[in-house]
Nanobody
Framework: QVQLVESGGGLVQAGGSLRLSCAAS????????MGWYRQAPGKQREFVAD???????NDADSVKGRFTISRDNAKNTVYLQMNSLKPEDTAVYYC??????????????WGKGTLVTVSS
């Protein structure tokens, strides 16, 4: 069994910063892509950023220049540094990972989410 546990959400004023973390644990052979999605109230879940095991990243246009994704492969952990936060960044942020549970079996896992609230 694999678990993704997020931390680091909270309440921050516009212009402030937060750092999210997501640690994967359990029966893990290796981890391919790790990333972050978010879901604002009344909206669909949307892609924020991801990073593969080689360190290549992708970012949504809405967060370019403000958010930075990184990972520590030794700790099976992905981070999202969020700077210059805006009220429209308010959402539940979900960690996602593509994990090889065996050499031949790849599965997608989601964390339970962490709430980020940006006040104006």
């Amino acid at each position: 069994q694999v678990q993704l546990v997020e931390s680091g959400g909270g309440l921050v004023q516009a212009g402030g910063s937060l750092r999210l973390s997501c640690a994967a644990s359990g029966s893990i052979f290796s981890i391919n892509t790790m990333g972050w999605y978010r879901q604002a109230p009344g909206k669909q879940r949307e892609f924020v950023a991801d990073i593969n095991n080689g360190g290549s990243t992708n970012d949504a246009d809405s967060v370019k220049g403000r958010f930075t994704i990184s990972r520590d492969n030794a700790k099976n952990t992905v981070y999202l540094q969020m700077n210059s936060l805006k009220p429209e960044d308010t959402a539940v942020y979900y960690c996602h990972a593509q994990i090889l549970v065996t050499a031949y079996t790849r599965m997608d896992y989601w964390g339970k989410g962490t709430l980020v609230t940006v006040s104006s």
